[in-house]
């Protein structure tokens, strides 16, 4: 049995989950609303304040589902509570971010500057010139935008400049040394 697959998940006192046919979930909470089409195989069960996803059969593929299944749904449940965040860094001589409205410009050592703009429930931050957060209620869009602002200049071996993850090490390569 899925470990991750067949833990309940809890639903908090303001939010309400609502599951459709063709096992559509929306989550309405105190930061907005997510709705998702999940497998039609797997059932989702409301009791109560908690959600229980269970599976038909023991096919590897239906084993696969149930753990997705039930980390999507709380994933959901977290977004419209907590929100997520990721923090990248900028590192670098000159190289810095600035936030004009609703766009992101980055001077990234190329001859123009770099301009992103906010996609739809997804905000960005800078703190400083050189610390963006990114911000929203849906953990994949998150995680997707923040991987292509990181992609616009991501972090080389030698001195390690560029875009990086607040919490990401750069494994460092010793640079050409002189002759003798």
């Known amino acids: 049995m899925s470990r991750i697959g067949r833990m309940p998940i809890a639903v ?12 559509k979930v929306t989550v309405k909470g105190p930061k907005g609303t997510l709705e998702r089409v999940l497998p039609a195989e797997m059932q989702i069960k409301k009791d109560g304040n908690e959600i229980v996803v269970s599976r038909p059969n023991d096919l ?7 753990g997705l299944t039930r980390t ?5 449940i977290i977004g419209v509570t907590k929100g ?24 990234l050592g190329y001859s123009h500057p770099v301009e992103m ?6 905000e960005t931050v800078m703190e400083g010139q050189n610390k963006i957060i990114v911000k929203g209620i849906d953990k994949e869009k998150v995680g997707q935008f923040a991987a292509e602002i990181r992609e616009k200049r991501a972090p080389e071996p030698y001195k390690g400049k560029g875009i990086k993850y607040a919490d990401e090490t750069i494994r460092r390569k010793v640079g050409k040394t002189g002759k003798k």
């Open 117 to 122: 703009t906010d996609p739809e429930g997804i």
């Open 84 to 107: 997520y965040e990721k923090v990248l860094e900028i590192n670098g001589v000159g190289y810095r971010g600035a936030k004009q409205g609703k766009k992101l410009v980055l001077n």
């Open 12 to 23: 908090p006192a303001d939010v309400t989950v609502e599951i459709a046919e063709n096992n």
């Open 72 to 76: 999507l749904i709380n994933n959901m």
């Open 60 to 66: 590897k593929k239906m084993k696969s589902l149930h």
